[in-house]
């Protein structure tokens, strides 16, 4: 059974540094074209995918967001963490984490976690 | 960057087919992903390479994807049907959500 839980603090203050861990069970890191990603979604808006990283150590970023943000993984810890500089309330978002399965363009994300929701304060 | 539109809203009646389209440049090129999103849940991949579903998706579900705009076909629409629904796509390795289109059963 595959699960995924995201973890972090649910208020932070403007300028602050965000950091979230997704933890995940069932399924490892280690296996070729396997990778984590995180999605979030502010309150009544859209779903904006945010970053990436594979079982080979790649990472992606979204375009708009990749100054801010930073992905790593713990594979022995099957754990996958996301940091986001300097946050505004604009950031204000429910945060996902999900796995993909696959390379190029095949693979969505085919297991979520359950989110979670982060306050950002002015 | 490449963008995805899709309707705000549909409204159907109960045992409709919904058609709930996603719409992007030479989008029939790509594969699509299709998310199903009840209130206070996370998404759930109802279609994955534009046409297919993961098991325990019911076969009311299916996709198709040519030319500029991808479908998301819903036969028989059921009130547990009401959701919001995306379509997402891979560009340049970035994965890109659509608009999002919020589907009520009448």
């Known amino acids: 059974q595959i699960t995924l839980k995201e973890s972090g603090p649910t208020r932070v203050k403007s300028t602050q540094t965000l950091t979230l861990t997704c933890s995940f069970s069932?399924?490892?890191?280690?296996?070729?074209?396997?990778?984590v990603g995180w999605i979030r979604q502010p309150p009544g808006k859209a779903l904006e995918w945010l970053a990436l990283i594979y079982w080979d150590g790649d990472e992606r970023y979204s375009p708009a967001l990749r100054s801010r943000l930073t992905i790593t993984k713990d594979t022995s810890k099957n754990q996958v963490v996301l940091t986001m500089t300097n946050v505004d309330p604009v950031d204000t978002a429910t945060y996902y984490c999900?796995?993909?399965?696959?390379?190029?363009?095949?693979?969505?994300?085919?297991?979520w976690g359950q989110g979670t929701l982060v306050t950002v304060s002015s | 960057s490449y963008e995805l539109t899709q309707p705000l809203s549909l409204s159907l009646a109960l045992r409709q087919t919904a058609r709930i389209t996603c719409g992007g440049n030479?989008?029939?090129?790509?594969?699509v992903f299709w998310y199903q999103q009840k209130p206070g849940q996370a998404p759930v991949l109802v279609i994955y390479?534009?046409?297919y579903r993961p098991s325990g998706i019911p076969q009311r579900f299916s996709g198709s994807n040519s030319g500029n705009t991808a479908t998301l076909t819903i036969r028989g629409v059921q009130v547990g049907d009401e959701a919001d629904y995306y379509c997402?796509?891979?560009?340049?390795?970035?994965?890109?959500f659509g608009t999002g289109t919020k589907v009520t059963v009448l």
């Open positions: 069932g399924f490892s890191l280690n296996t070729r074209e396997v990778g």
């Open positions: 030479n989008i029939g090129s790509k594969t």
């Open positions: 997402q796509v891979w560009d340049s390795s970035s994965a890109v």
């Open positions: 390479r534009s046409t």
């Open positions: 999900a796995r993909r399965e696959g390379y190029g363009d095949f693979g969505g994300f085919d297991y």
